[in-house]
């Protein structure tokens, strides 16, 4: 049997350039979390995102039939699209939905939990549509925490907020806070989602409680310390950052390869400007999140069986155009070496990667990178030399410090590479070492341990 849910309601939203929500009316909310979106994200819903990036290519008005499919639901609704200059207008009318109606509470109940369970959530709070709470679970038993005695009363009167709280208009305002329960030392960050519409008002909210870091034991913080800020964007903001800026770098690229018809030459260097700018931006959010990982008690590396020897000639494959752009040659290990050794190779890789970045970016044009392998009792080495222009003994013993740059504020690095690197190393039960002078360039040397019965 067949259940129709219908309304002629206007639902609208406004969109920035790129897709993202700024905002919405809750039935398109609800719609593009069910999507997987995320508050202010890029719209969710690719039958709704292509006919508004086709308005705003075209540069006019655009309205048809648009039918989406959702977790068993069969949505139909008339979407009319209106790009501005610097937004885009989304209006929906006639939307109807169709759903089995042998869809249970408990069959819903359940989906909820495994949603609980796939974003992560350390708790959960179910609330109504006057937003009091109607149930609370956690991951794990607190004593401190007594769920029954919070039933019924709203949620807003329940929970201390760690920041200062703004005035909210509406629920959407608080996704993304921080807050904490009287008497425990436990900081959640807040996720709140709406259960479905009808054609006026919400039926309840979903709220996840991901725990950031435990309080300093304080009864009442009015600030986050920079280390659970540090946990918050490692595990939160970076990757909600990095799908943004990969955006602006593939627009910019297709701007300044004409990807999509003639352009300006001075429009062209431009867009080759926005490239360089969000490749750096990408390259920072990557090396703070991965601080924030390889700090972390728990951090442990894949110890699986690698050839250094076929790693370095990936590397010096992915960065052999870099080079040549700088007249600088890599001249990595043969085809027939190979040197066995135990470590991650995804993290072994961006180690050698971000050394021969370097080597490039330090060396003189015309000059040489070279990638060595040898073997030191137990210990498979990987050496990557380069003919730049050295380094004193005071500047090998900061170059491994965090955010250390050597006074090189020019050339656009984080001061974190190096820094991760051997961190990376050592916690696979290496090493990351420096042998140079200055005017006799540098020689890294990475330290793994071998793979016992491997060759050179």
Not at 46 to 65: D, I, T, V, Y
Not at 149 to 156: G, S, T
Not at 217 to 227: D, G, I
Request: proline residues 4%.
């Amino acid at each position: 049997m067949v259940k129709a849910l219908s309304s002629a309601q206007n639902i609208t939203a406004v969109l920035d350039r790129d897709g993202r929500i700024l905002s919405a009316d809750a039935p398109l909310y609800d719609l593009h979390y069910a999507s997987g979106g995320l508050k202010s994200g890029i719209l969710a819903i690719p039958e709704l995102l292509s006919l508004c990036f086709s308005a705003q290519e075209l540069g006019m008005r655009l309205s048809r039939k648009v039918e989406i499919d959702r977790n068993g639901a069969a949505i139909t609704l008339w979407a009319k699209v209106n790009p501005k200059r610097k937004k885009i207008k989304l209006k929906i009318t006639n939307w109807s939905e169709q759903r089995l109606a042998s869809r249970t509470n408990s069959a819903v109940d359940n989906g909820r939990k495994d949603s609980i369970e796939k974003l992560g959530a350390d708790g959960h709070i179910k609330l109504d549509a006057k937003q009091k709470i109607v149930a609370m679970s956690f991951n794990r038993n607190d004593p401190a925490i007594a769920p029954h005695d919070y039933v019924m009363r709203h949620w807003r009167d329940v929970f201390e907020f760690t920041l200062q709280r703004k005035a909210a208009k509406d629920w959407q305002s608080y996704t993304g806070q921080c807050v904490t329960l009287p008497d425990v030392d436990t900081v959640w960050m807040i996720d709140i989602r709406p259960l479905s519409y009808d054609a006026v008002k919400s039926k309840g909210f979903d709220v996840y409680l991901t725990e950031v870091q435990e309080a300093e034991n304080s009864e009442h913080m009015q600030l986050l310390s920079p280390r659970q800020m540090q946990k918050l964007f490692g595990e939160r903001l970076a990757s909600g950052l990095q799908a943004p800026i990969n955006r602006i770098i593939a627009n910019a690229e297709m701007m300044e390869e004409r990807g999509r018809g003639p352009l300006r030459a001075d429009y062209t260097a431009y867009a080759g400007d926005i490239v360089q700018a969000g490749q750096h931006l990408y390259e920072l959010v990557t090396d703070i999140s991965d601080t924030e990982m390889i700090e972390r008690d728990d951090f442990m590396p894949a110890r699986n069986s690698i050839d250094l020897a076929d790693l370095a000639r990936q590397a010096a494959a992915l960065l052999a155009v870099k080079a040549a752009d700088h007249d600088i040659r890599i001249d990595a290990p043969a085809d027939d070496e190979s040197l066995p050794a135990i470590g991650d190779y995804r993290r072994v890789l961006q180690i050698v990667l971000n050394l021969l970045t370097n080597a490039v970016r330090y060396s003189p044009a015309t000059s040489m990178v070279w990638i060595r392998l040898e073997r030191d009792g137990e210990l498979a080495q990987l050496v990557v030399a380069d003919q730049g222009g050295g380094l004193t003994e005071e500047e090998q013993a900061r170059v491994f410090d965090k955010f250390e740059r050597l006074g090189r504020s020019h050339d656009g690095g984080s001061g974190l590479g190096l820094y991760i690197s051997r961190r990376l190393a050592r916690a696979m039960d290496g090493d990351l070492k420096v042998e140079s002078a200055p005017g006799q360039g540098a020689r890294f040397i990475l330290e793994l341990p071998s793979d016992s019965g491997g060759r050179i």
